[in-house]
Nanobody, 116 residues
Framework: VQLVESGGGLVQPGGSLRLSCVAS????????MGWFRQAPGKQRELVAQ???????NYPDSVKGRFIMSRDNAKSTVYLQMDSLKPEDTAVYYC???????????WGQGTQVTVSS
């Protein structure tokens, strides 16, 4: 299994970024996928989830600002992040869900820094 995230960077508050994650080694089209983030000194948290039937779920902290999508033909998930805040600063990871939760196959992540 390989998960490769990209698209992070430095952005000013109120700005936007679009993250991408290409997955291989899994049956992507039937997998529930998620975007997670981990800020320094904090636990990793789920920020977006999309099922195989395109149902999405977001925590209140990002609802209305983040949109997750998927392209099964490219085995890729995306995270469109708008109205970014300094508290969104973290390393962002994607992963797929097993019956026990997110898999152990974490990628290298992509750094998102929101700062003026």
């Amino acid at each position: 299994v390989q998960l490769v995230e990209s698209g992070g960077g430095l952005v000013q508050p109120g700005g936007s970024l679009r993250l991408s994650c290409v997955a291989s080694g899994i049956i992507f089209r039937i997998s529930t996928m998620g975007w997670f983030r981990q800020a320094p000194g904090k636990q990793r948290e789920l920020v977006a989830q999309i099922t195989n039937v395109y149902k999405t779920n977001y925590p209140d902290s990002v609802k209305g600002r983040f949109i997750m999508s998927r392209d099964n033909a490219k085995s890729t998930v995306y995270l469109q992040m708008d109205s970014l805040k300094p508290e969104d600063t973290a390393v962002y990871y994607c992963n797929y869900f097993t019956s026990r939760g997110p898999s152990d196959s974490w990628g290298q992540g992509t750094q998102v820094t929101v700062s003026s």
